[in-house]
């Protein structure tokens, strides 16, 4: 039965590169329907943890080296300009950033403009926000007040990288309604946090099986990695986007044990605030959950493949899903003047090696 399951999922990973494979060789003649004329506005938030304390969650270096990887994916996946706006805690910080790109080749340099410096920013009444979760994780909850001459921009988290086309993810903006201000993807098979004791050990959460102290979207809640936000309609929320944060920090205090995450998911819980949300396909935020269990969970990644890989929870590093380290181990090592077929080949032979597809039965 191991070994079987092992087959599956290697079969899962193969099948999902051919995929891959093909939307990158093929990206200069897809349709272009979903693509608009504009160009694709980004925005990464980073901060540097002066605590020192050791841990890889918190370490800069590694977000550095999460960045530049994804930069990398998203010049290689793309003829347009992409726009890549960097809020940061320093003017340090941000040029560190924006040197990532100084020595790349000329043609894929040009392909990432980077926006003008933008500093960290709390609204009054939000300043204790900074530290929950991650250092300034929650920033992404105030990207329309820190943005305010912005009308649109998705948000990524630094550990993302791209398998298809940003402006892919980009034309979904154009898909919102008019009532529509963010688009998120659902979380199914998420690891929700049961707190129990002001601790916050995580659990697997289940169909009809509550885990969590508070509503969350739907019957799978919602990942917080990819953000599509209108920002115009979200400085417009009906009862106020800052106010209606700050009142469920004030009632769920320290359940809110994913922070920005739990946020939204109780922010959209209702019907009413759901009719402001997108929800964007699970393809543009892929994550382990989605492929560990073995076969895929996410039905529209076996019609176009995976648009954003999500390496959740430290995953591109800690070692347990290799699979997902292969594909951001693959990119780290690319060179933009390599050819991207010989680099899925790779990539292919080495997800075979790494669960023994050679050796399974015919």
């Known amino acids: 039965m191991i070994k079987l399951r092992k087959v599956v999922r290697v079969y899962t990973w193969v099948w999902l590169l051919t995929l891959l494979m093909m939307t990158m060789l093929l990206r200069n003649t897809m349709p272009t329907a979903e693509i608009s004329a504009e160009e694709p506005e980004f925005v990464i938030v980073v ?51 924006t040197n990532i790109t100084q020595a790349w080749p000329i043609e894929y340099k040009q392909r990432i403009v980077f926006g003008d410096f933008k500093r960290i920013y709390y609204p009054p009444g939000t300043e204790k926000m900074k530290n929950m979760f991650r250092l300034c994780a929650t920033e992404r909850l105030f ?9 649109a921009l998705i948000f990524l988290d630094t550990d993302v990288l791209f398998l298809r086309p940003p402006e892919y993810l980009w034309g979904h903006i154009h898909n919102f309604t008019t009532e529509q201000a963010i688009g998120i993807a659902p979380c199914p098979l998420h690891v929700w946090p049961a707190v129990q004791k002001g601790k916050a050990p995580y659990t697997l959460r289940k169909e009809g099986q509550e885990k ?16 599509l936000m209108n920002l115009t309609r979200i400085r417009s929320f009906e009862g106020g986007w800052t106010e209606s944060v700050i009142n469920i920090v004030k009632k769920y205090g ?19 605030t759901a009719t402001h949300l997108y929800e964007l396909g699970c393809e543009w935020n892929y994550r382990p959950k ?43 090592q690319y060179r933009l003047e390599d050819s991207l077929s010989e680099f899925v ?5 080495t997800l075979q090696h790494q669960v023994g597809l050679r050796d399974a039965p015919k």
């Open 290 to 332: 989605l492929c560990s269990l073995g076969s895929n969970t996410c039905g529209r990644a076996e019609v176009a493949g995976v648009g954003v890989l999500h390496g959740a929870a430290l995953t591109f590093y800690n070692g347990i899903e290799q699979k997902f380290q292969a594909v951001y181990e693959a990119w780290q």
């Open 47 to 97: 901060c540097r943890d002066h605590t020192q304390d050791g841990k890889i969650a918190n370490s800069y270096q590694r977000q550095l080296q999460q960045i530049s990887v994804l930069l990398k994916s998203a010049a290689a996946l793309t003829s347009r300009t992409l726009r890549f706006n960097i809020v940061s805690d320093t003017y340090k910080t941000y040029e560190e950033v």
């Open 143 to 151: 990207l329309a007040q820190t943005f305010e001459e912005k009308d």
């Open 345 to 349: 080949e790779r990539l292919q032979a």
């Open 212 to 227: 969590v102290k508070f509503p969350t979207y739907g019957s799978s809640g919602l990942n917080a990695g990819v953000l």
């Open 254 to 272: 320290n359940k809110l044990a994913l922070a920005d995450q739990d946020i939204l998911n109780i922010l959209f819980s209702n019907k009413t």
